[in-house]
């Protein structure tokens, strides 16, 4: 049956490549020819050479949500895999020690449920519950679990605090998930190695430090790229709960939000697209990170 | 986030498992606990909040007692939020565009994967790395020209731009898992089908595809969950005149939040909020398992 090979892989890749290529391969084609443009977002454009770019090294802006992204980039991944890893390990190994190695301790199915579930809801949903969380009357959730003798804080209006408050709501968004995958790669750890290492009177500390860390590298690996794509996607946080588009002064500002901002608001689309190429660049180191992880995968999946 | 800090302390004095084999309650099991309980109260006290104050009226809102139970349980808010605030058409036009985009993101992608993980054609390496490298770059990064595609392809503002749109995006990734989930099937199966006399389609059908379902499953569950969350290509895509009609769930309650800052109608936006938080539960409650598998999926392997 070798006849009809060539019409059905044609009739197969047809659709999803034609689809592919106009949406994606083409926008991101385009976007370097529109970055050499004066283009508004509508109509007819002309060609202005570097001009954008030129604009873009002296755009204060820009440079202030570049170093905002890298914050995140660095800072929010940090935070959720420390601190995922600290629940997953306390989950699969906080348990009593009864007859030889470490057990999970009781209920964690109950809170890998519960920790997983913000997952599952929008992040712009999210984005509008933290909003009102953080408000910054009695009506915000924190605020009024303040006392009645404070008063209320800002977090979201206040400049110190904007960007740490969306870092927050990506951390708690996100933590439950890196939970249950550390916990599956947990589990996956033969349970005689820690019960071995239970014997010869290892510690906790030592568990996770010796056996659990090296073992869950892999994972940890594939965490940090994943964090590291979910990092550059702040718009819908910074569009729903910032003040004053990317402020106050500022200070929640980002170069998903600036793009956004240059193509639809203030018709620069051409501008916004050389934002994207200047990016794309800078993507491609991390890009580079995320091949080789995901070549290793297609490997050994 | 203090939990990070303070327990480790109380970990390292613990004496070594062995020592206290019999016992029943270790000291590090209530630091566990404690700490376990806390971070499941973060996670679900914001939603528990938005809950409450979907019943509670502006006055009661802004007493600054979160969680205390409002004066009466009256479905009114529900009401408006599903009519007045169009929470029921956002609603259904989420659910709409989700069933065709993960439908055909489904037919699409496992075509695609398919051909390029069982047949052998000149190009094939170069059409799959093309599909895999839109995993590297964020989807805002070519915004602008994303838009000028569908203006020019007079696709703004319509659903079949939007869902072609979710196809176009959804297909790295889908076709990235697919392809390594299609090589692993075992081909004898598939030869038995050929010696048998069955064509390309037919084995495709009828003896891949339900091979194949564990994989299809899991991939399934990742598009429903990404592309109900979807948020930035919406904004881009449904605007102009009339688009408000046409919204999907995320933009429908991130504008109510926005608007609610006006006029201050706080207790339809949390009965908003919760109308859009609910199905997310019951489906969890009911498919937990299959979720956090599904979900988790694509980053172990």
């Known amino acids: 049956m070798r006849h009809g090979k ?28 529109l970055s050499l443009t004066d283009w508004s977002g509508y109509g007819a454009f002309r060609y202005v050479g570097l001009d954008n770019f030129a604009k873009l090294w002296d755009d204060s802006v820009f440079w202030i949500a570049l170093r905002h992204n890298l914050y995140i980039l660095i800072g929010m991944p940090i935070v959720t895999i420390g601190f995922s890893l ?33 997952q599952l809801l929008a992040l712009p949903i999210v984005a509008v519950i933290f909003g009102r969380v953080f ?54 750890i033969g349970q005689e190695i820690y019960e071995a290492a239970a014997l010869d ?26 964090l590291g794509i979910a990092a550059f996607d702040l718009f819908a946080l910074v569009n729903i709960i910032s003040v004053n588009k990317g402020g106050p002064n500022n200070a929640t500002q980002v170069l998903s939000y600036q793009i956004f901002l240059n193509a639809f608001q203030n018709s620069q689309a051409g501008y916004a697209s050389a934002i994207g190429v200047v990016l794309f660049f800078l993507t491609l180191t991390f890009a580079a990170l995320t091949l080789r992880v995901t070549r290793r995968d297609a490997a050994q999946a | 986030m203090t939990n990070l800090v303070t327990d480790p302390p109380a970990v390292a004095a613990r004496p070594a498992p062995a020592a206290e084999k019999h016992r029943q309650v270790s000291p590090l099991g209530g630091v566990a606990h404690l700490a376990l309980f806390l971070w499941a109260l973060a996670t679900a006290g914001p939603l528990i909040w938005v809950l409450l104050a979907s019943f509670k009226n502006n006055t009661e809102i802004f ?34 565009v989700v069933l065709v985009s993960t439908a055909g993101t489904m037919l699409f992608g496992s075509m695609a994967a398919y051909v390029l993980a069982r047949y052998r054609f000149p190009g094939n390496r170069a059409i799959y790395y093309l599909f895999v490298s839109g995993l590297a770059f964020p989807t805002f990064m070519a915004l602008a020209p994303l838009f000028g595609i569908l203006q020019s392809l007079q696709l703004l503002n319509t659903f079949t731009g939007l869902i072609l749109v979710y196809i176009a995006y959804s297909l790295s990734f889908t076709v990235f898992f697919l392809t390594a989930f299609f090589r692993t099937l075992p081909a004898e199966i598939d030869e038995a089908a050929m010696m048998d006399g069955a064509g390309h389609l037919r084995r495709f059908f009828q003896v891949m595809l339900p091979m194949a379902k564990s994989g299809l499953v899991s991939i399934t569950i990742f598009n429903i969950v990404g592309q109900w969350n979807q948020y930035l290509l919406p904004v881009v895509i449904m605007q102009g005149s009339g688009a408000d009609s046409k ?28 109308l859009a938080i609910l199905p997310m539960i019951v489906v969890y409650a009911i498919f937990q398992r299959q979720i956090q598998a599904g979900l988790t999926a694509g980053a172990v392997k």
């Open chain 1, 6 to 33: 060539y019409p059905f892989i044609i009739g197969f890749l047809v659709v999803p490549l034609a689809l592919y290529l106009t949406f994606v391969v083409g926008a991101y084609l385009q976007m370097f020819q």
């Open chain 1, 86 to 118: 600290f629940l997953a390990f306390l989950l699969n190994v906080g348990g009593r020690s009864g007859g030889g190695g470490p057990r999970g301790v009781r209920g964690s199915k109950v809170y890998r449920i519960v920790y997983f579930f913000p």
């Open chain 1, 135 to 188: 408000g910054s009357d009695r009506s915000g959730m924190i605020n009024g679990l303040l006392p009645d003798s404070w008063s209320p804080r800002l977090f979201l209006a206040d400049e110190r605090w904007a960007l740490v408050c969306i870092a927050v709501v990506l951390i708690w968004q996100q933590v439950g998930f890196y939970v249950v995958l550390f916990s599956a790669g947990m589990g996956s």
């Open chain 1, 201 to 226: 009177g290892a510690t906790k500390i030592t568990l996770f430090f010796r056996i659990t860390l090296p073992l869950l590298w892999d994972t940890l690996q594939v965490a940090w790229v994943y």
């Open chain 2, 63 to 96: 007493l600054g007692k979160p969680f205390a139970l409002p004066e009466s349980f009256s479905l009114q808010t529900y009401a408006d939020a599903w009519s007045e605030a169009h929470i029921g058409q956002y609603f259904l036009n989420s659910v709409f």
């Open chain 2, 247 to 274: 919204w999907v769930l995320t933009q429908g309650i991130a504008n109510i939040s926005t608007q609610a800052g006006y006029h201050a109608e706080w207790s339809t936006l949390f009965a908003a909020l919760t």
